[in-house]
């Protein structure tokens, strides 16, 4: 009776250990892992088998979810000797089994194309029946900082306090910032208050041996990038020079407008007595005489001035010439007479010296044409 039951035991223990010897996953691998977006990743699950594990070989990998009240995302699965990567629309294409048969102990997953959104917590399930065996592993899918800018901010004066900027707008922190100079003494001004976390030098009272070539570094756990910066600092502006220029600009422009108003209303003034001094001449220049009126008027006055001109002596000459008092008409000057009249019978002329004698003076007689007008 006691062997039977001594071989009992044996018997339970022996069962005992084969089942603690089952499936085991093996992997000793960190189970946290940082990388950087775009590079590739292999998360470590490797497993043995044990005699009893007789079952069907399952492998599942998801994607546990950070908040208890949403369902785990499943990546990929092999099952019945084929693998299912098409369960996680986001990681399609990008998630493969690294062993092309995982039967033979290699369960670990390849992620290819990391972006930020794929950080989280993997794990991986291996099942054959009665062994079930499970790994955990943290992924950190960190971003590259970008090419930061550089920049000074306010005057670059000498005796002025100069701010230099360094900002990368992409990058998973924690970002730092590290600044130096590339030309001269290589080395910041004596004044100058670096900010790694911010980015930011404070370069105080600047003189000119600041002036130079600075360069600033942003940096994380998968990588780096830098920019240049060339500080020129200048002398503080001539105020007085640059206000006094103003005055004379402003000068100039007042001078240049009086002399336009000037020009403009002298122009207009000149122009107003032009046009009063032809208004007057119009009024004062005579309407045009017909030509039968002047032909009259030359014929009558030129009786006056021979009447006028005439001594007493010759009066009675005179009065026996005929008289041109007749204004000539039209018809007379179309068709003038066929012989010209005979001048009137002269009765007996004086002499020269008696005339003289007598106390006359000797006038010229002006000539007159056939109308009468004197020549």
Not at 273 to 288: F, H, L
Not at 313 to 321: D, G, I, P, R, V
């Amino acid at each position: 009776m006691e062997p039977t039951a001594t071989r009992l035991c044996c018997l339970l223990l022996g069962l005992m250990a084969g089942l603690s010897s089952g499936l085991e996953i093996t992997s000793t691998t960190p189970t946290t892992i940082e990388k950087a977006s775009g590079q590739s990743v292999k998360l470590d699950c490797q497993f043995s088998l044990a005699p009893i594990d007789s079952g069907p070989l399952d492998i599942e990998w998801s994607l546990r979810a950070s908040d208890n009240q949403k369902e785990d995302k499943v990546v990929i699965m092999y099952a019945g000797d084929r693998a299912y990567d098409d369960y996680y629309a986001p990681m399609k294409g990008r998630a493969h089994f690294n062993s092309a048969d995982p039967k033979n102990g290699d369960a670990s997953l390849l992620l290819t194309g990391l972006q930020a959104a794929d950080t989280g917590t993997y794990q991986c399930k291996v099942k054959k029946a009665p062994g079930i065996g499970t790994r955990k592993l943290l992924l950190t899918v960190m971003v590259k900082p970008s090419k930061p800018q550089c920049y000074a901010e306010g005057p670059t004066e000498q005796g002025k306090d100069i701010m230099l900027k360094c900002v990368s707008r992409e990058g998973t922190n924690p970002l730092q910032y590290n600044w130096d100079k590339t030309s001269d003494s290589k080395l910041l001004p004596a004044s100058a208050v670096m900010d790694p976390l911010a980015g930011t030098v404070n370069v105080r009272n600047a003189s000119s041996t600041a002036s130079g070539t600075y360069r600033c570094t942003a940096t994380n756990r998968v990588g780096s990038e830098e920019c240049i910066l060339q500080l020129n600092v200048t002398p503080p502006p001539n105020t007085a020079g640059i206000i006094a220029g103003v005055i004379i600009t402003v000068l100039l422009i007042l001078l240049i407008i009086a002399i336009i108003l000037f020009c403009c209303c002298r122009a207009r003034h000149r122009k107003k007595y032009e046009k009063e001094i032809c208004n007057e001449i119009r009024e004062d220049v005579p309407p045009p005489k017909s030509r039968v009126s002047t032909a009259r008027s030359f014929t009558v006055g030129s009786q006056r001035s021979s009447l006028g001109s005439m001594s007493p002596s010759n009066l009675h000459e005179y009065a026996l010439k005929p008289q041109y008092d007749k204004i000539p008409s039209t018809e007379d000057y179309e068709h003038p007479p066929s012989h010209a009249p005979l001048p009137p019978t002269a009765g007996p002329r004086m002499a020269g010296p008696n005339l003289s004698r007598m106390g006359a003076i000797p006038v010229m007689i002006p000539a007159q044409n056939r109308d009468g007008s004197i020549v």
